[in-house]
């Protein structure tokens, strides 16, 4: 068996999707997360997966259930010119602007830019300021 890696530690095990149209949101994932600088996991006809996410169709054995209504994502950016290339990725491959980069109020130094994905999740990429992380994640090998 191939040795694969996980991160986990950053509040949430993993969030699942159920989309209309896998492709679509492959396409719009795909461009949001080499924004981000993060890597897609791996994929298959019936979902696909990145970090803490997984993406499915309806009819996924994974799914267990159906369409579901609008999620709200956020993922982490690792500065403000990040925040920019998600919103920008996300507008050319199938994302509706939800709210244009820039600075919110949810606490001093918030920057976050929001999307709605092709099946209107409501998709946002935020920097929290200059911060120290002790580190970047817990890393499970197995």
């Known amino acids: 068996m191939e040795t694969q890696e996980l991160h986990r530690?950053?509040?949430?095990?993993?969030?699942?999707?159920v989309v209309r149209n896998l492709?679509?949101?492959q396409a719009f994932y795909a461009?949001?997360?080499?924004?981000l600088n993060v890597p897609m996991g791996g994929a298959t006809a019936e979902y696909f997966w990145a970090d803490e996410l997984f993406v499915s169709t309806a009819d996924s054995v994974a799914a267990q259930g159906h369409l579901t209504g609008r999620v709200h994502l956020a993922f982490q950016a690792q500065d403000r010119n990040m925040v920019h290339a998600f919103y920008e990725a996300a507008l050319a491959h199938g994302g509706q602007d939800n709210g244009a980069p820039g600075e919110r109020p949810y606490h001093p130094g918030y920057y976050a830019a929001f999307v709605l994905d092709p099946d209107g999740n409501n998709i946002?990429?935020?920097f929290h300021g200059e911060a120290k992380r002790s580190a970047p994640s817990v890393e499970i090998t197995f």
């Open 23 to 25: 492709a679509a949101s």
């Open 31 to 35: 461009a949001a997360f080499k924004a």
């Open 124 to 126: 946002e990429a935020v």
């Open 9 to 17: 530690g950053r509040l949430i095990d993993h969030v699942q999707l």
